[in-house]
């Protein structure tokens, strides 16, 4: 079964912290991680890839296959951070764009 | 280039109910998917849509259903509402060559089933 998990519903941090959303995954093949951010008011949009291995916005994401995670960090927050932001997975042997996403975390970033 | 939108934003429904959400694909994006989000979980996958043909389907009952037409517009059906389909529904388009995993979503409509 393919599954996400997102720990924490809510991380507050003050800005100019560094950033750690956690993500693990469950997944018996290869998968392929993405993390998708949601701003205030605004759709829901891709932020980055792990086949990409881009900074994105200052934000990295590493796959670890042995813990089976895709933590996104950033070093220095910003308060344009604060938004809501879900880790989803797609399995590589789907023929179809299906993502499995988890709860998503809220990132507070205060002044 | 447009959008992905959606209609309506909002509706209220009463069980047993039948619904019918109406998608607009982006601009040359042939492929569309829909997700369901219930409140405080993430997107949940229900089916997706390639040139007219339904291709893959998440864990969802036969009484949710689609269409995609030509012009690549999509619709999302769903037959006797039950009060646990009150949800966000999310339409998303790409295109069939685009990077893998980038979705790009609609604002959703919010059904409400009472």
């Known amino acids: 079964a393919q599954r996400v998990t997102q720990p924490e519903k809510l991380l507050s941090v003050f800005k100019g912290a560094p950033v750690e959303l956690k993500c693990n995954y469950s997944y018996s093949g290869s998968p392929e991680l993405f993390w998708y951010v949601q701003y205030s008011r605004q759709r829901l949009q891709l932020l980055l890839r792990h086949i990409s291995r881009e900074s994105i916005k200052g934000f990295t994401a590493d796959l670890n296959k042995g813990e089976t995670s895709f933590h996104l960090k950033k070093p220095f927050a910003q308060e344009e951070d604060s938004a809501m932001y879900y880790c989803?997975?797609?399995?590589?042997?789907?023929?179809?764009?299906?993502?499995?996403f988890g709860t998503g975390t809220r990132l507070l970033v205060s002044p | 280039e447009t959008g992905v939108t959606q209609s309506p934003t909002h509706l209220i429904k009463t069980r047993g109910q039948q619904v019918t959400l109406r998608c607009s694909s982006q601009?040359?994006?042939?492929?569309v998917s829909w997700y369901q989000q219930a409140l405080g979980q993430g997107p949940q996958f229900i089916f997706q849509y390639y040139r007219e043909e339904e291709n893959g389907r998440g864990n969802f009952p036969p009484r949710f259903s689609g269409l995609q037409f030509p012009n690549y517009s999509s619709e999302l059906n769903v037959n006797a509402l039950e009060l646990d389909d009150s949800a966000l529904y999310l339409c998303?388009?790409?295109?069939?060559?685009?990077?893998?995993?980038?979705?790009?979503f609609g604002e959703g409509s919010r059904l409400t089933v009472l």
């Open positions: 601009s040359g994006h042939n492929t």
């Open positions: 989803a997975l797609k399995g590589l042997n789907t023929g179809f764009q299906k993502l499995v």
């Open positions: 998303a388009s790409r295109t069939g060559q685009g990077p893998t995993g980038e979705l790009f």
